[in-house]
């Protein structure tokens, strides 16, 4: 009910922001084919220890950076595998700066960090002669988007830290992973929480709904088919599919705690083999 009316608001011109709080429905609706042990209510206490690993220990040496501890693990999974080798990283928000000297002191020397933020005074973060650079856009204009990659493009990162707009997220998404981002390169959305918090949902489906919309499609080649078309020499074996371009280019989709993560790989036809 509540994404009908979300719709609606969208559809005469209203901003969720203004609709009236009975809208944002904070209940958490799950299948009856869940077991009662795995919905039973228990109790989750404060973390006592902090994350253990470098990246933390450089967010700690500085300021101006706003993060959840609970990142940095996530953060280490997915970008130690890209610090042996100099890269080009894209973040999407600046803020105060924090994050963009955070990351240049994490990966290698030579790597290249941009940022892009609406506001003109994140400008005065840009350390050009470190390979550190800020450009001036919002993250919901495809053609300021297109003119970042141009410059500085493809990237092996692409970490969305942005307005947290539901409709922002999407744009993002749909103008970068295609062109912008690298083959073999991660697109991280950080802080999805505020999918759920009225304030930010401003699109009638939110980034997290596209987001589970596309396990769907990680799973397309199987639609409508049997196993056989795609056993190993089997006469009904299937040579070649079209697909659509994420199925045919997403290695793999990653949830966690407020963190969607997605890993960009060309993808080729799977083959089953019977011995």
């Known amino acids: 009910m509540r994404k009908l009316l979300n719709r609606l608001l969208i559809r005469f011109g209203l901003l969720l922001t203004k609709a009236p709080a009975l809208l944002s429905d904070h209940s958490l609706e799950t299948s009856d084919l869940f077991p009662a042990e795995l919905t039973e209510r228990v109790k989750v206490t404060a973390a006592i220890d902090p994350p253990d690993n470098e990246l933390f220990r450089i967010f700690s040496a500085d300021t101006n950076v706003h993060k959840w501890h609970h990142y940095f693990d996530i953060y280490t999974r997915y970008f130690e595998r890209y610090r042996d080798r100099p890269i080009t990283m894209l973040e999407i928000g600046v803020f ?24 003109q005074s994140c400008q005065a973060h840009e350390i050009a002669d470190q390979n550190v650079f800020v450009r001036i856009g919002s993250q919901a204009d495809p053609a300021f988007l297109a003119e970042v990659n141009g410059e500085f493009g493809p990237f092996d990162i692409i970490l969305d830290d942005g307005s947290h707009k ?105 083959k089953s083999e019977l011995r």
């Open 96 to 119: 105060r700066g924090g994050s963009l000297r955070m990351w240049k002191e994490y990966f290698h020397p030579d790597s290249t960090i941009v940022g892009i933020d609406i506001d």
């Open 166 to 270: 539901t409709h922002h997220q999407i744009i993002s998404f749909g103008a970068l992973f295609r062109p912008a981002l690298r083959d073999g390169g991660c697109y991280m959305v950080e802080d999805v929480h505020t999918n759920y918090w009225i304030k930010h949902v401003d699109s009638p489906e939110t980034f997290i709904d596209l987001s589970k919309q596309m396990i769907d499609m990680l799973h397309e080649p199987y639609f409508d088919r049997k196993e056989t078309a795609f056993r190993h020499e089997h006469p009904d074996a299937l040579k070649e599919l079209e697909l659509s371009y994420l199925s045919a280019n997403l290695d793999g989709i990653s949830f966690h705690d407020s963190i969607v993560v997605f890993d960009k790989k060309k993808q080729f036809l799977p």
